[in-house]
């Protein structure tokens, strides 16, 4: 029996990817998409007649419209292939956007249900700020389920749980890589930190009757998958699917609400305060990088209610500080000199610097602090 195989005992197999042809041999329940996965399938040859055929028939649409249409198009493909629920992303220059967020989500709902989709079906994908944690909350009680991606921490993972969100995806690959970075270290099995992350999550959520699913994410080999046997779910890339497929080595079941539920823990209870507190304290970034700190500058518009990246940006000379600590995830940072602190809109709109943060959110690669990887998202 293959590894794949093996794994489809202990948890649900989602494809991560938004080519819906590479997913047809490993017969996945569920699937995840985000805009830089749609944008890498649409420059294969295969999906530029959808493309175009979106384009035209939603001419008169303008952009942010033609681009949701093309998501949900590649949604209801996707659709076609699996019995379960796809996920399909909100634009990440709502991440801070409260109202936002929930009108994007009730927008695409709208589109599958005029589709034909039940809503049941659709996930929505939503940065799991506070901001946007607090617009899942509201689309879940509308019967919007949602799930609540860049998600780094406990913290965030518990205000999640207690707006009662259908699903969250915890990353392990992108900590994993900052500790990668940061160490020098090559971090396997049980060891690895992004492995551990997940681990407390699933554990945390169990033991205290939490009913929101965990999915892991953003994994980097097959180590990784194999160590998470047992959570809920996992989302996986078509390359490591294959891996996993060609795999016969032994898989044991890591996760179980068995074990979590005799796990010595104590309840945590959490405010948007207590929360943003707790970030700065998780266990990464480690100690050994001491540029991460607390910023207590006030800034006057609806974004100080934002849990933000904070760092001590060295450029120039200069020191660039941004307020409140959320960790958004680590990937390329194109261009830190222009971190350098600029007003905030009082309308809440986004600061002039911080276009290229959403720039690169769109690309799925944000960053967490003054020295990130380089290594992909």
Not at 2 to 14: C, E, P
Not at 15 to 35: E, L, R, S, V, W
Not at 133 to 152: D, H, P, Q, Y
Not at 285 to 295: E, G, T, Y
Request: with cysteine; net charge positive; proline share 6%.
């Amino acid at each position: 029996m293959t590894q794949l195989d093996q794994l489809k005992q202990f948890t649900t197999i989602v494809a991560d990817t938004g080519d819906f042809q590479a997913m047809k041999a490993f017969a996945p329940q569920d699937a995840t998409t985000n805009p830089s996965l749609i944008l890498k399938a649409v420059q294969k040859d295969e999906y530029k007649p959808l493309l175009e055929k979106i384009v035209r028939e939603h001419a008169k649409l303008s952009t942010d419209g033609i681009i949701d249409q093309l998501l949900v198009a590649f949604g209801l493909e996707i659709l076609k292939l699996i019995p379960g629920r796809v996920s399909t992303e909100t634009d990440a220059r709502l991440s801070f956007d409260t109202e936002g967020t929930i009108a994007k989500g009730r927008a695409l709902i709208k589109l599958y249900e005029a589709a034909g989709i039940k809503r049941e079906r659709i996930l929505i994908k939503i940065a799991s700020t506070w901001e946007g944690i607090r617009a899942a909350e509201v689309l879940e009680k509308e019967g919007i389920r949602c799930n609540l991606t860049l998600l780094f921490s406990l913290p965030q993972a518990i205000a999640c749980a207690e707006a009662k969100v259908q699903l969250i995806s915890p990353f392990v690959g992108r900590i994993y890589d900052w500790f990668k970075k940061s160490s020098g270290q090559e971090y396997t099995g049980a060891d690895d930190p992004g492995v551990q992350s997940v681990r407390s999550i699933y554990t945390y959520y169990r033991k205290f009757g939490y009913a929101t699913e965990v999915m892991g994410a953003s994994f980097r080999n097959t180590s990784q998958i194999v160590e998470l046997a047992g959570c809920d779910l996992l989302t996986i890339s078509p390359d490591l699917l294959q891996k996993l497929a060609e795999s016969d080595a032994p898989v044991e079941r890591k996760l179980s609400k068995e074990a979590a539920q005799s796990a010595d823990l104590k309840k945590i209870s959490l405010d948007e305060r207590a929360s943003a507190w707790r970030s700065t304290t998780t266990p990464w970034p480690p100690k050994s990088c001491p540029k991460v700190f607390a910023c207590s500058a006030p800034m006057q518009s609806s974004w100080t209610r934002s849990w933000m990246v904070c760092a001590d940006l060295a450029v120039a000379g200069k020191k660039g500080t941004l307020q409140r600590p959320f960790f958004i995830g680590c990937g390329r940072l194109r261009s830190p000199a222009r971190l350098l602190p600029q007003p905030f809109s009082s309308a809440g709109t986004l600061p002039p610097f911080s276009a290229n943060l959403v720039m690169t959110c769109l690309c799925n690669q944000m960053f967490i602090a003054a020295e990130s990887p380089t290594s992909p998202a």
